[in-house]
């Protein structure tokens, strides 16, 4: 069962993730799946900002504010969340509620 991100949403790179800087993108590994995604530098950009700390609101206002300042913010907006949605999906993030510290990948 995949879990479905909101704006409150917490999220935190999975410890089962190897990450490798490749020349024009980077290359994460995860090795409970053994599965290779590559992501482009930007991309990468908005997965190292789930820290555990951040919600998907704050990680989307930080990649407007760095990456995005000409783009129309709706656009964007359902542009990182789809990627964000897409890693949890691939158990490269996890998910946790706006409480810290409850982890709802295994609930």
């Given at each position: ?32 799946s ?9 991309s ?21 504010d ?42």
């Amino acid at each position: 069962m995949n879990n479905i991100i909101n704006n409150n949403s917490i999220l935190l790179k999975s410890s089962s993730v190897v990450v490798r800087k490749e020349t024009n993108h980077y290359l994460l590994y995860n090795v409970s799946s053994d599965e290779l995604h590559l992501i482009p530098l930007n991309s990468y950009f908005i997965y190292e900002l789930c820290n555990g700390f951040l919600t998907v609101n704050e990680i989307e206002n930080l990649a407007l504010d760095n990456f995005f300042r000409n783009e129309n913010n709706d656009n964007v907006n359902s542009a990182i969340r789809e990627f964000l949605q897409n890693l949890v999906n691939r158990k490269l993030l996890e998910v946790y509620d706006n409480v810290v510290g409850i982890n709802n990948n295994n609930i």
